[in-house]
């Protein structure tokens, strides 16, 4: 099973037991002290975005942008920034540009 059918059940379990998954996406990792799309950004591959994009949606924090332009910053990786930043864009979040 991938890694997004699993979250995808995951978040079928969580609603049923009333729990958002959103709740649980936004909350540090007790490994590495990093939220799950953090710890995704960090360790992912550019030509597969799947799951982290699958996170971008469904963590619920007003911080997303922040968190995936730290990971990017983190890694050194403006590419990966730019690509992340349309998936934030066409969620409908608020872009995680720098403004000067």
């Known amino acids: 099973m991938e890694a997004v059918e699993l979250l995808q059940d995951l978040s079928e379990g969580c609603q049923d037991a009333g729990v958002a998954l ?6 540090e990792m007790y490994v590495g002290g990093v939220t799950p799309l953090a710890y995704e950004i960090l360790r992912c591959d550019r030509t597969a975005l799947e799951l982290a994009t ?19 910053f983190i890694r050194n990786d403006n590419e990966l920034l730019q690509q992340l930043r349309s998936v934030i864009s066409s969620s ?3 872009d995680v540009s720098v403004t000067e």
């Open 92 to 94: 409908g979040r608020m």
């Open 22 to 27: 959103s709740e649980l996406l936004a909350e």
């Open 54 to 72: 699958f996170l971008i949606a469904e963590t619920t924090s007003s911080k997303v942008p922040w968190i995936v332009r730290n990971a990017c």
